[in-house]
């Protein structure tokens, strides 16, 4: 069975820091990512990375403050967040897809990129 269960979500004060984790079943999945959506606003892609971790790829609105990476080992991928602002408040979801080993930028993070999908944990940062 195929799963993507994210975990590590969580209500912290603006500066600070989560990590989450997204662990992946039922396949060895080539492309992984993680999006975000605020309520109101549409699902963005905020990180992804390639199959062998070569290759990641940020959001303007993340880059220095956030970093995807993954244990292909443990069939598991992370994103590390710091200096959290009000603004990251959101659900955070899982994303993967197999056999596509590296995409572009703009496609790596695209929604339409992905075909496997969490069921989301959410990220909460108060001012």
């Known amino acids: 069975q195929v799963q993507l269960v994210e975990s590590g979500g969580g209500s912290v004060q603006s500066g600070g820091s989560l990590r989450l984790s997204c662990a992946a079943s039922g396949y060895y999945f080539a492309s992984m990512a993680w999006f975000r959506q605020a309520p109101g606003k549409e699902r963005e892609g905020v990180a992804a990375?390639?199959?062998?971790?070569?290759?990641?790829y940020y959001a303007d609105s993340v880059k220095g403050r956030f970093t995807i990476s993954r244990d292909n080992a443990k069939n598991t991928l992370y994103l590390q967040m710091n200096s959290l602002k009000p603004e990251d408040t959101a659900m955070y979801y899982c994303?993967?897809?197999?056999?596509?080993?590296?995409?572009?930028?703009?496609?790596?993070?695209?929604?339409?990129?992905?075909?496997?999908w969490g069921q989301g944990t959410q990220v909460t940062v108060s001012s």
């Open positions: 994303a993967a897809v197999r056999f596509r080993y590296s995409m572009p930028s703009a496609q790596a993070l695209g929604a339409a990129s992905y075909n496997y």
């Open positions: 990375i390639s199959s062998g971790g070569a290759d990641t």
